[in-house]
């Protein structure tokens, strides 16, 4: 594994800067997440489909699953992306004909997000594609190894929240 700070050849983490080098790693993981989705969807004719929508996709179908009402702000929250980006991604999807939006009757301001025919036809498609990328980022991992990546990275994320 290429270790830029050297962080393998010391005794302990608490004299290295280990935060640059967690930012950049989880920052290089994501990037071959969504390059790997991308790769794929484009392999199986959704080329027009990146990463990023998947997301958004599953997160409104699993939401549209379970019975909840969603909303453009929901989707600002959930992926933690400015209004102006969550604006674009959904009117992409609305575009390809994979949601629409429709008014509250109680505020017309507010537009709920639904999914349509389509996305639910793609939603295997989207499912097999993700579980296949996932399976690739975690081979000749054990079970313990994934849960103990997890256990740490929950752990430093609360250390910052505190």
Do not use: C, W
């Not at 998947?54 to 992926?79: C, P, R, S, T, W």
């Amino acid at each position: 594994m290429h270790d830029p700070k050297g962080l393998s050849s010391r005794n302990s983490g608490k004299d290295t800067h280990i935060g640059p080098y967690v930012r950049h790693l989880s920052k290089s993981i994501r990037i071959s997440i969504d390059e790997a989705l991308d790769k794929e969807f484009s392999a199986s004719g959704q080329s027009r489909l990146t990463s990023v929508q998947a997301h958004v996709m599953g997160y409104l179908n699993m939401q549209h699953e379970l019975g909840n009402v969603v909303y453009q702000k929901d989707i600002e929250q959930v992926f933690h992306i400015q209004r102006s980006t969550a604006t674009g991604i959904l009117k992409l999807l609305e575009q390809r004909g994979s949601i629409r939006r429709e008014s509250e009757k109680s505020d017309a301001r507010l537009k709920r997000i639904l999914v349509t025919e389509k996305a639910l036809q793609t939603k295997k498609l989207v499912d097999s594609t993700i579980d296949g990328v996932e399976k690739r980022l975690v081979k000749g991992l054990s079970d313990e190894e994934i849960r103990t990546y997890i256990e740490l990275t929950e752990k430093m994320r609360r250390n910052l929240e505190k």
